[in-house]
């Protein structure tokens, strides 16, 4: 069974930073492209950054030039270093991976279960 699991979250004044982590566990044969994807009370999931397994990256326009996404392939890792912070960022962060299981299954998207990030003097 696949988890992943995300940490990092808090509450933080605007211009500050906060980085939040996501490990994926459990049967994993392969993991390949991770996001992150963030969503408020009042508007849909949006999508926010994404690395391939070859390290290629995009940027959603309102977070470009103040977040960083990175990976960790050696430990199923992936990590969202966000300057710069805004109110308009608050919001559950989730990550998202798509993740091959076994050898013999096909690949699946699979969710965390989100962390609280806060922006508010």
């Known amino acids: 069974q696949v988890q992943l699991v995300e940490s990092g979250g808090g509450v933080v004044q605007p211009g500050g930073s906060l980085r939040l982590s996501c490990v994926a566990s459990?049967?994993?044969?392969?993991?390949?492209?991770m996001r992150w994807y963030r969503q408020t009370p009042t508007k849909e999931r949006e999508w926010v950054a994404g690395?391939?397994?070859?390290?290629?990256?995009v940027y959603a326009d309102p977070v470009k030039g103040r977040f960083t996404i990175s990976r960790d392939s050696a430990s199923n890792t992936v990590s969202l270093q966000m300057n710069n912070l805004k109110p308009e960022d608050s919001g559950v962060y989730f990550c998202?991976?798509?993740?091959?299981?076994?050898?013999?299954?096909?690949?699946?998207?699979?969710w965390g279960r989100g962390t609280q990030v806060t922006v508010s003097s």
């Open positions: 998202n991976a798509d993740i091959v299981p076994s050898a013999e299954a096909g690949e699946d998207s699979y």
């Open positions: 690395v391939t397994v070859k390290g290629t990256i």
């Open positions: 459990g049967s994993i044969f392969e993991l390949n492209t």
